[in-house]
């Protein structure tokens, strides 16, 4: 079974940082596009940031400049450092994954990992 387990949350003041990471585990083949989305309660949930199969990186425009996404392939992992946190990044944050396996290629997400900026 493709599993994506999620680290890095936690509770800081405005200007802070943090670094979540994402790592794949199970019967894994290849993986493609990795990345992050979040979501406030009562809300839709929003892409925050895509790191594409070739390397190329998408960000969300409220978060340009202050997050940075990178991934180690080696260990089928996803970073996403955040700095200069705002209050209004509060949000649970998911990580997302299409991930080749033998049971073929399907998209995958994490728990949720609950990050919370206080003014």
């Known amino acids: 079974q493709v599993q994506l387990v999620e680290s890095g949350g936690g509770s800081v003041g405005t200007g802070g940082s943090l670094r979540l990471s994402c790592t794949a585990s199970g019967r894994i083949i290849s993986i493609a596009g990795m990345g992050w989305q979040r979501q406030v309660p009562r809300m839709a949930r929003e892409p925050v940031s895509l790191?594409?199969?070739?390397?190329?990186?998408i960000y969300a425009d409220s978060v340009k400049g202050r997050f940075n996404i990178s991934r180690d392939e080696g260990k089928n992992t996803v970073y996403l450092q955040m700095n200069d946190l705002k209050p209004e990044d509060t949000a649970v944050y998911y990580c997302?994954?299409?991930?080749?396996?033998?049971?073929?290629?399907?998209?995958?997400w994490g728990q949720g990992t609950q990050v919370t900026v206080s003014s």
């Open positions: 997302f994954a299409r991930i080749k396996s033998e049971q073929g290629t399907n998209n995958y």
């Open positions: 790191l594409t199969d070739n390397a190329g990186t």
